[in-house]
């Protein structure tokens, strides 16, 4: 029965320490093993939970362990016990990934993505000299955001002038005036 206690006590432990530590350190991080030559741990920042993480893993050991005392509480054998420590195991951790999707999915993101900048209105907010480099400044999905900015003709652009982005270029984007309507020139 000791077996069983120090499993689920260590899970435990591993639970509190994420819970108090977690926050100071960053959280928990989920781990995944890449496929390539010999594999490697990639420590991944993003793309939903894992059943790697570490509060998964906490889980599944404190339920095992849980489950291992119950059983030998009433006699039942070693194997029977790792048995039904296993498959509450298994629930809890099941339990508890399934929690962590639902809470991943219901979060949103303010990233703007650089390629979707490509075709967008925006406006002059620093002026762009002849050659020279400026910042606009534009909403995209209701997000409003600042770039760097180059003429695409190597023009010079004034503050407040209405442009369109016509390419990436590095961390900066490439800008032209927008021409009013019925406007040749």
Not at 4 to 33: N, R, T
Request: net charge negative; proline share 3%.
């Amino acid at each position: 029965m000791l077996l069983y206690v120090v499993i689920g006590a260590s899970g435990l432990v591993l639970l509190l320490l994420m819970m108090f530590v977690g926050e100071i350190f960053g959280g928990d991080h989920d781990v995944h093993v890449e496929s390539d030559v010999g594999g490697h741990l990639d420590v991944d920042h993003g793309g939903g939970p894992s059943i790697f993480s570490t509060r998964i893993i906490g889980s599944f050991l404190t339920a095992f362990g849980v489950g291992g005392v119950v059983a030998r509480y009433y006699g039942l054998s070693h194997p029977i016990s790792s048995g039904i420590g296993m498959v509450a195991g298994v629930i809890l951790a099941g339990v508890v990934y399934q929690f962590a999707r639902l809470l991943y999915s219901q979060q949103a993101s303010s990233e703007v993505k650089m390629s979707s900048l490509v075709g967008q209105a925006a406006e002059v907010t620093v002026r762009i000299p002849e050659g020279g480099v400026g910042q606009i400044t534009m909403t995209v999905a209701g997000e409003r955001s600042t770039h760097i900015a180059r003429s695409a003709d190597g023009s010079a652009l004034s503050m407040g002038t209405p442009v369109t982005v016509k390419a990436l270029s590095g961390e900066s984007v490439l800008v032209e005036r927008v021409r009013p309507a019925g406007s040749t020139a």
